[in-house]
T-cell receptor, first 115, second 107 residues
């Protein structure tokens, strides 16, 4: 089955620790995205990548880092500089060409909490 | 400023009681208006894309419509399994997400 796999489902971070959230897709999509979801708010864009070895900051990139070494993978690192990391993190991907590139498909999410 | 506003924030219906969810948008260079369904603790699931005013899309008990300033998600004779948060998303020069409408359908 084609889709987007996020892991782990739940993650706990200690003070001063960096943690990495995994996102893998087998949809052959060029573009991938990371969003943060907080209660009562719309999804906010952290980082996005339209092609391998290239990525751009979104609206709330501070305290986060990403890499895009393979088309299938777009891991997100939440660094110790992110002072309020508790949230639900969603990874998405979209295709290229015509209207298909506008539709984003999402993974099941990772819930990050601070110990 | 680009924005997407969904109303109401929460909607409680009895099974079979039809209603509509509203999405008002102000987005530069609109390329598409998207509706997603999100269940608690899960990622959003794509439902519809609307590209031009007057367009309508249907799927089971759901119908989405689009005007130049709003989109509506009509739910006909809802069932408890339709309970979820429905997200409206405007794709323009930027992708803007609404905060969602939480729908509760009671049997």
């Amino acid at each position: 089955d084609g889709g987007i796999t996020q892991s782990p489902k739940y993650l706990f971070r200690k003070e001063g620790q960096n943690v990495t959230l995994s996102c893998e897709q087998n949809l052959n999509h060029d573009a991938m995205y990371w969003y943060r979801q907080d209660p009562g708010q719309g999804l906010r864009l952290i980082y996005y990548s339209q092609i391998v070895n290239d990525f751009q900051k979104g609206d709330i990139a501070e305290g986060y880092s990403v890499s895009r070494e393979k088309k299938e993978s777009f891991p997100l690192t939440v660094t110790s500089a992110q002072k309020n990391p508790t949230a639900f993190y969603l990874c998405a991907s979209s295709g290229t060409g015509g209207r298909a590139k506008n539709i984003q498909y999402f993974g099941a999410g990772t819930r990050l909490s601070v110990l | 400023e680009d924005q997407v506003t969904q109303s109401p924030e929460a909607l409680r219906l009895q099974e079979g009681e039809s209603s509509s969810l509203n999405c008002s948008y102000t987005v530069s260079g609109l390329r598409g208006l998207f509706w997603y369904r999100q269940d608690p603790g899960k990622g959003p699931e794509f439902l519809f894309t609307l590209y031009s005013a007057g367009e309508e899309k249907e799927k089971e008990r759901l119908k989405a419509t689009l005007t130049k300033k709003e989109s509506f998600l009509h739910i006909t004779a809802p069932k408890p399994e339709d309970s979820a948060t429905y997200l409206c998303v405007a794709g323009g020069f930027k992708t803007i997400f609404g905060a969602g409408t939480r729908l509760f359908v009671k049997a």
